[in-house]
């Protein structure tokens, strides 16, 4: 997919995609392997809010994970997980 048609699935500006994608390039410079995963999640449910919120969140009450399920799906911290879903 394009910058582009991302921006307009996930509701974001083209730069803030653009931007994120630079970011990510930091962390993960080696090309990111797509594997199967049983979880589905729906772009409606993207909105203004935190992107890693928004998809915590919905892990968390969609399939009942716990923090550290949520994190190594993430690749996050759970304590970082644990934050992103409690904060108000």
Partial sequence: LSFNQISKILKRSYRAVWG??????????????????PYFIPTSIFNKSSLLKITCTFLKQSYSLNYKQIADIMKRDQRTIWVVINRK
């Fill in 20 to 37: 994120s994608y630079q970011s990510s390039l930091n962390k993960f410079p080696q090309i990111l392997v797509i594997e199967k995963t």
